[in-house]
Structures are given as structure tokens and as C-alpha cells.
């Protein structure tokens, strides 16, 4: 059975940081890419961060840029996403997902979902 299970959200003040983890199992991430979207209340799921199959190259949306890393350890089957110089904008709830190819930023290219875990950024 696929499942990925996200954890590791929370409150930070802005400025801060937090790691999000996405654990998976029921399928092999050498195979698949993993994203990391979130969804604010009343917008659209955006995507923040992909890390592909294989080379493990990194892709993110400008709003993260130089802010969020996504990184990998396949043999604990586990994606991370390192949230640094949080500002109020970055609230919301927090998904990983997986993709059977080498990456994408468009929700609608992934097969299996989180089932997400909240951020809120507020002093």
C-alpha cells in the first residue's frame, strides 16, 4: 500500500525555520520524484520543491528560492524540506507527493498524496 506521511509542521515565528519530513512507503523512491506543494486557505495547491529520480537534481518555485532546500535519504525513505527565513506568506498546509517521472512542479502530474501537515508563520 502507497501512503506518504508528512510531519514536522508547526509554528514559527518569521525568520525561522522548520524541516518538514515525508515518509513513504509501499513503493521504492529511486523510481519516483518527490514535490512538496501547499495550500493556503481559498488558493490554489502551488508547487514549492521537487527532488527528481535518480541524479536527485532540485527544482523550486521563486517564491522559496534561496530560502527552502529539498534533500533525500532513500535508504529511510525519506524527503525532507528545510524551511529557513519563513515569512507569514509561507502558512499554509504542507504536502508531499510522488511521480512516476523525473520531476514536476504541477500537482496534476502527481499520482500519490500526503495527506499534508499545517505551517503557520506568525509572530
Known amino acids: 500500500q502507497v501512503q506518504l506521511v508528512e510531519s514536522g509542521g508547526g509554528l514559527a515565528q518569521p525568520g525561522g525555520s522548520l524541516r518538514l519530513s515525508c515518509k513513504v512507503s509501499g513503493f521504492s523512491m529511486d523510481y519516483y520524484a518527490i514535490g512538496w506543494f501547499r495550500q493556503a486557505p481559498g488558493k490554489e495547491r502551488e508547487g514549492v520543491s521537487c527532488?527528481?529520480?535518480?541524479?536527485?537534481?532540485?527544482y523550486y518555485a521563486d517564491s522559496v528560492k534561496g530560502r527552502f532546500t529539498i534533500s533525500r535519504d532513500n535508504a529511510k525513505n525519506t524527503v525532507y524540506l528545510q524551511m529557513n527565513s519563513l515569512k507569514p506568506e509561507d502558512t499554509a498546509v504542507y504536502y508531499c507527493a510522488a511521480l512516476s517521472g523525473s520531476w514536476s512542479l504541477r500537482a496534476d502530474d502527481y499520482h500519490f498524496w500526503g495527506q499534508g501537515t499545517q505551517v503557520t508563520v506568525s509572530s
Open positions: 527532488i527528481s529520480q535518480g541524479d536527485s537534481r532540485t
